[in-house]
């Protein structure tokens, strides 16, 4: 059972990624899903959380710039980021557990590998 991210790069600041999670080995559309972030120095912080139904929570930096959704027949999670600033740059850590879109940490049950964004000023 894991969780396959893709999708980091590097993107100048203004410009735009798409991240994918792909889950294998089970199904995940009964759990929430989503995505933290960790910047160098910095604790590990929730982006976006998605429920099995759509309900969407995100955090207070990205709110309008980016958008999580998720494909349950695919049982995979995006995270389309718009307007990316230097502040961003982090590495993304998709991950499933709960059946909230809050997905607090110790709900967690499975997380990704890591994929690192980087965005240039």
């Known amino acids: 059972v894991q969780l396959q991210a893709c999708g980091g790069g590097l993107v100048q600041s203004g410009g735009s990624l798409r991240l994918s999670c792909a889950a294998s080995?089970?199904?995940?559309?009964?759990?929430?899903m989503g995505w933290y972030r960790q910047a160098p120095g910095k604790q590990r912080e929730l982006v976006a959380g998605?429920?099995?139904?759509?309900?969407?929570n995100y955090a207070d930096p990205v709110k309008d710039r980016f958008t999580i959704s998720r494909d349950n027949a695919k049982n995979t999670v995006y995270l389309q980021m718009n307007s990316l600033k230097p502040e961003d740059t982090a590495v993304y850590f998709c991950?499933?557990?709960?059946?909230?879109?809050?997905?607090?940490?110790?709900?967690?049950?499975?997380w990704g590998q890591g994929t690192q964004v980087t965005v240039s000023s």
């Open positions: 080995g089970r199904t995940f559309s009964s759990k929430a």
């Open positions: 998605i429920t099995s139904g759509g309900t969407t």
């Open positions: 991950a499933a557990g709960g059946i909230r879109a809050a997905l607090t940490a110790h709900l967690i049950k499975l």
